[in-house]
Structures are given as structure tokens and as C-alpha cells.
């Protein structure tokens, strides 16, 4: 199975501030034939279910304010917030669909400071 | 509008059993792969198994291959989850999850149930 790692595993930031939360995949997760990354991120706030935010590394799900942005390839990702809220808060899990096994990370706690 | 509606969870015995169900409408339950993910209390999310629009393939994950089965009823828009020789460890919110993708296994999740609550103890 793919092994999702996420750092920092929490992170404080003030409003207005840019938050990045990185993970990285123990194997690529780039479908060499499409050149797609297998790589979704969730946003999970307090007794709510996980909503998407990326897939495919980097498309934003309707909806989405544009702030929340992903990159990355292969085995290194990013969520990147650009000028924090406070309605960001919450818990943020990346996710790989590139095996059966859909593992997530660890997922990070995201805070204001 | 899109909507996920489990039920069924309870407190079981070790060695137990518990049906989970979750009620669909607002889309087009027919032509969607359907997932189970859990979560333990305060701990992260867990892929637990999906099926194909159909019925005709599933997937699960390895520490319930062989005591859970997903299953389908198309013409009652609904999925459900069979829990048998339930363990300590099932212990978790179950949320019934929509693949975003049509006609593979690789799946993310675009719309979740609020969840049900499964717990296993004496």
C-alpha cells in the first residue's frame, strides 16, 4: 500500500497569513499514460464530514474559494492557502487514488494564531 | 442537491454484527462508484471499500477483507455496509462517500454522508 505522509502534523498561522501543508506519497502516484497525479485534499472542520477541496493535485472542486491551491508531482504535494480565514480552520488530509488501497495522511491540524 | 444519509450505527459486542445503510437521492445513484470511509474517534480518515455502479465489482481494504460486505440496491438508491466478527478497532464513524469518477475503482470523494457511529465493545 501507498503510505501518505503529511507535515507539519499541526501549524498556527495568523489571518492573512499564507499556510502550506505538504505530503508526500512513499511511491509516485503519476499515471505515466495521462500524466495525471492521483492526489486528492479534503478539509474536515469540527463534527463536519470531510469536504473536497483538489483533486487531481492541482483542480480546484467547484466551490472552492480560489485561496486553496495544489501542486506538486509524483511524490511531493502541497495545499497552499494564501491569505488565511478564520472559517479555515480545521483538519486538511491528502488522499491518493492511485492503488486500491486510497490511503490518506495523517492529516494536519490547521490553527489560528 | 446531493444527499448521503447513513444509519444503522450502534453499540455492538466483540464478535458482533450491525448492518449500515445509507439513503441517497438528489443524483444518479446508478451511475456512480460508492465508497465506505471511516473514522476512529480523534484519529484520521480510513478507505474502507467501494463497489461499481453495477454491483459487479468491489474493493475493501485488507483488515476487514472477509467480515465486511458492501453491497448495493440500485433501484432503492441505497448502499450498505455488512459488519461481521466485528472487532475493538471497527470502532468509528462510518461515512458513506460518492466516487467522483465514472467507470474506474481509483476513486476520490466529492460528496459525504454526515456519518453513523459504530461501537464495539463489551
Known amino acids: 500500500d501507498i503510505v501518505m505522509t503529511q507535515s507539519p502534523d499541526s501549524l498556527a498561522a495568523s489571518l492573512g497569513e499564507r499556510a502550506t501543508i505538504n505530503c508526500k506519497s512513499s511511491?509516485?502516484?503519476?499515471?505515466?499514460?495521462?500524466?495525471?497525479?492521483?492526489l486528492a485534499w479534503y478539509q474536515q472542520k469540527p463534527r463536519q464530514p470531510p469536504k473536497l477541496l483538489i483533486y487531481?493535485?492541482?483542480a480546484r472542486e467547484s466551490g472552492v474559494p480560489d485561496r486553496f491551491s495544489g501542486s506538486g508531482s509524483g511524490t511531493d504535494f502541497t495545499l497552499t492557502i494564501s491569505s488565511l480565514q478564520a472559517e479555515d480552520v480545521a483538519v486538511y488530509y491528502c488522499?491518493?487514488?492511485?492503488?486500491?488501497?486510497?490511503?490518506f495522511g495523517q492529516g494536519t491540524k490547521l490553527e489560528i494564531k | 442537491e446531493v444527499q448521503l444519509v447513513e444509519s444503522g450505527g450502534d453499540l455492538v459486542q466483540p464478535g458482533g454484527s450491525l448492518r449500515l445503510s445509507c439513503a441517497t437521492s438528489?443524483?444518479?445513484?446508478?451511475?456512480?462508484?460508492m465508497n465506505w470511509v471511516r473514522q476512529a474517534p480523534g484519529k484520521g480518515l480510513e478507505w474502507v471499500a467501494n463497489?461499481?455502479?453495477?454491483?459487479?465489482?468491489?474493493y475493501d481494504v485488507d483488515s476487514v477483507r472477509g467480515r465486511f460486505t458492501i453491497s448495493r440496491d440500485n433501484a432503492k438508491n441505497s448502499l450498505y455496509l455488512q459488519m461481521n466478527s466485528l472487532k475493538a478497532e471497527d470502532t468509528a464513524v462510518y461515512y458513506c462517500?460518492?466516487?467522483?469518477?465514472?467507470?474506474?475503482?481509483?476513486?476520490?470523494?466529492?460528496?459525504w454522508g454526515q456519518g453513523t457511529l459504530v461501537t464495539v465493545s463489551s
Open positions: 511511491q509516485s502516484v503519476l499515471y505515466d499514460s495521462n500524466n495525471k497525479n492521483y
Open positions: 462517500a460518492r466516487g467522483a469518477r465514472q467507470g474506474t475503482q481509483y476513486q476520490y470523494f466529492d460528496f
Open positions: 463497489i461499481k455502479e453495477d454491483g459487479s465489482e468491489t
Open positions: 488522499q491518493q487514488y492511485y492503488d486500491t488501497s486510497h490511503t
Open positions: 487531481w493535485a492541482s
Open positions: 438528489g443524483f444518479s445513484f446508478s451511475s456512480f462508484w
